[in-house]
Protein backbone atom coordinates (compact mmCIF):
# COMPACT_ATOMS: atom_id res chain seq x y z
CA UNK A 1 0.00 0.00 0.00
CA UNK A 2 1.64 3.61 -0.91
CA UNK A 3 2.44 5.28 2.26
CA UNK A 4 1.35 8.81 0.39
CA UNK A 5 -0.47 10.73 3.14
CA UNK A 6 -4.52 11.72 1.86
CA UNK A 7 -4.83 15.46 1.42
CA UNK A 8 -7.79 15.38 3.46
CA UNK A 9 -6.70 12.92 6.63
CA UNK A 10 -7.13 16.05 8.91
CA UNK A 11 -10.63 16.60 7.74
CA UNK A 12 -11.46 12.73 7.66
CA UNK A 13 -11.08 13.03 11.62
CA UNK A 14 -12.36 15.76 12.16
CA UNK A 15 -15.36 13.80 10.08
CA UNK A 16 -15.00 10.77 12.44
CA UNK A 17 -15.23 12.74 16.03
CA UNK A 18 -18.23 15.06 14.92
CA UNK A 19 -19.80 11.10 13.85
CA UNK A 20 -18.95 9.93 16.97
CA UNK A 21 -20.25 12.70 18.85
CA UNK A 22 -23.63 12.65 17.36
CA UNK A 23 -23.73 9.02 18.34
CA UNK A 24 -22.91 9.98 21.73
CA UNK A 25 -25.66 12.95 21.75
CA UNK A 26 -28.36 10.54 20.38
CA UNK A 27 -27.48 7.94 22.71
CA UNK A 28 -28.11 10.42 25.58
CA UNK A 29 -31.27 11.76 24.04
CA UNK A 30 -32.82 8.15 23.82
CA UNK A 31 -32.01 7.48 26.83
CA UNK A 32 -33.54 10.80 28.26
CA UNK A 33 -36.33 9.84 26.28
CA UNK A 34 -36.83 6.03 27.72
CA UNK A 35 -36.59 7.94 31.34
CA UNK A 36 -39.56 10.14 30.75
CA UNK A 37 -41.39 7.02 29.25
CA UNK A 38 -40.69 5.23 32.35
CA UNK A 39 -42.04 8.25 34.15
CA UNK A 40 -45.19 8.61 32.33
CA UNK A 41 -46.15 5.53 32.86
CA UNK A 42 -45.55 5.99 36.54
CA UNK A 43 -47.65 9.15 36.59
CA UNK A 44 -50.69 7.11 34.18
CA UNK A 45 -50.77 4.80 37.71
CA UNK A 46 -50.89 7.16 40.08
CA UNK A 47 -54.00 8.78 38.35
CA UNK A 48 -55.12 5.33 37.77
CA UNK A 49 -55.13 4.13 41.33
CA UNK A 50 -56.41 7.80 42.44
CA UNK A 51 -59.35 7.27 40.52
CA UNK A 52 -59.57 4.00 41.95
CA UNK A 53 -59.37 5.31 45.44
CA UNK A 54 -62.34 8.06 44.57
CA UNK A 55 -64.56 5.51 43.12
CA UNK A 56 -64.05 3.20 46.24
CA UNK A 57 -64.41 6.19 48.54
CA UNK A 58 -67.48 7.09 46.55
CA UNK A 59 -69.47 3.05 47.22
CA UNK A 60 -68.31 3.87 50.70
CA UNK A 61 -70.22 7.33 50.88
CA UNK A 62 -66.99 8.92 52.45
CA UNK A 63 -67.45 11.79 50.30
CA UNK A 64 -67.49 15.42 51.40
CA UNK A 65 -67.54 18.63 49.82
CA UNK A 66 -63.65 19.00 51.52
CA UNK A 67 -63.13 15.68 50.10
CA UNK A 68 -64.32 16.22 46.70
CA UNK A 69 -62.18 19.60 46.44
CA UNK A 70 -58.89 17.46 47.79
CA UNK A 71 -59.67 15.40 45.23
CA UNK A 72 -60.16 17.21 42.35
CA UNK A 73 -57.29 19.54 42.62
CA UNK A 74 -55.27 15.92 43.37
CA UNK A 75 -56.26 15.00 39.87
CA UNK A 76 -56.02 17.92 38.52
CA UNK A 77 -52.28 18.11 40.12
CA UNK A 78 -51.54 14.48 38.44
CA UNK A 79 -53.12 15.60 34.94
CA UNK A 80 -51.24 19.01 34.50
CA UNK A 81 -47.97 16.83 35.34
CA UNK A 82 -49.00 14.64 32.72
CA UNK A 83 -49.61 16.57 30.16
CA UNK A 84 -45.83 18.50 30.92
CA UNK A 85 -44.37 15.14 30.90
CA UNK A 86 -46.12 14.16 27.74
CA UNK A 87 -45.05 17.38 26.55
CA UNK A 88 -41.14 17.12 27.34
CA UNK A 89 -41.83 13.62 25.53
CA UNK A 90 -42.55 14.86 22.63
CA UNK A 91 -39.93 17.93 22.82
CA UNK A 92 -37.36 14.89 23.62
CA UNK A 93 -38.38 12.60 20.46
CA UNK A 94 -38.41 15.64 18.05
CA UNK A 95 -34.78 16.16 19.31
CA UNK A 96 -34.24 12.66 18.92
CA UNK A 97 -35.20 12.35 15.09
CA UNK A 98 -33.19 16.15 14.72
CA UNK A 99 -29.71 14.05 16.24
CA UNK A 100 -30.22 11.08 14.36
CA UNK A 101 -30.68 13.20 10.51
CA UNK A 102 -27.25 14.63 11.82
CA UNK A 103 -25.85 11.50 12.53
CA UNK A 104 -26.87 10.03 9.27
CA UNK A 105 -25.44 13.32 7.45
CA UNK A 106 -21.80 13.01 9.43
CA UNK A 107 -21.59 8.85 8.97
CA UNK A 108 -22.27 9.96 5.26
CA UNK A 109 -19.85 12.49 4.97
CA UNK A 110 -16.77 10.18 7.00
CA UNK A 111 -18.24 7.39 4.11
CA UNK A 112 -17.57 9.80 1.27
CA UNK A 113 -14.29 11.17 2.33
CA UNK A 114 -13.37 7.50 3.38
CA UNK A 115 -14.08 6.56 -0.31
CA UNK A 116 -12.19 9.53 -1.72
CA UNK A 117 -9.39 8.15 0.34
CA UNK A 118 -9.64 4.67 -1.40
CA UNK A 119 -10.08 6.21 -4.68
CA UNK A 120 -6.47 7.82 -4.01
CA UNK A 121 -4.93 5.17 -2.87
CA UNK A 122 -5.79 3.01 -5.77
CA UNK A 123 -4.61 5.92 -8.13
CA UNK A 124 -1.45 5.89 -6.32
CA UNK A 125 -1.27 1.98 -6.42
CA UNK A 126 -1.71 2.39 -10.21
CA UNK A 127 0.81 4.79 -11.11
CA UNK A 128 3.41 2.95 -9.28
CA UNK A 129 2.46 -0.03 -11.01
CA UNK A 130 3.16 2.08 -14.63
CA UNK A 131 6.28 3.46 -12.89
CA UNK A 132 7.74 -0.25 -11.97
CA UNK A 133 6.77 -1.76 -15.47
CA UNK A 134 7.90 1.56 -17.42
CA UNK A 135 11.42 0.92 -15.24
CA UNK A 136 10.93 -2.92 -16.53
CA UNK A 137 10.60 -2.03 -20.24
CA UNK A 138 13.02 0.11 -20.39
CA UNK A 139 15.55 -2.56 -18.26
CA UNK A 140 14.55 -5.13 -20.76
CA UNK A 141 14.83 -2.33 -23.45
CA UNK A 142 18.82 -2.25 -22.35
CA UNK A 143 18.88 -5.77 -22.27
CA UNK A 144 18.36 -6.37 -24.89
CA UNK A 145 20.21 -3.30 -26.78
CA UNK A 146 23.09 -4.76 -24.85
CA UNK A 147 23.02 -8.09 -25.87
CA UNK A 148 22.33 -7.23 -29.59
CA UNK A 149 25.33 -4.42 -29.12
CA UNK A 150 27.67 -7.98 -27.87
CA UNK A 151 26.23 -10.10 -30.46
CA UNK A 152 27.60 -7.45 -33.40
CA UNK A 153 30.87 -6.89 -31.36
CA UNK A 154 30.62 -10.77 -30.92
CA UNK A 155 30.73 -11.33 -34.39
Not at 52 to 78: C, F, G, M, P
Not at 131 to 152: A, G, L, N
Request: hydrophobic share 30%; glycine share 2%; proline share 1%.
Amino acid sequence: MPTGKFRFDTLLKIRENLRDEKKGELLALQKTLDILEKERQEWSEKIAAHLLEWKTAQKENHVSVDILIQHQNYHRYLTDQLVALNKKIEQTAYDVEQKHTELNDAVRDVKILEKLREKKQIQQTESEQRKVEKQMDEFVSQEKTFQKIRQESGT
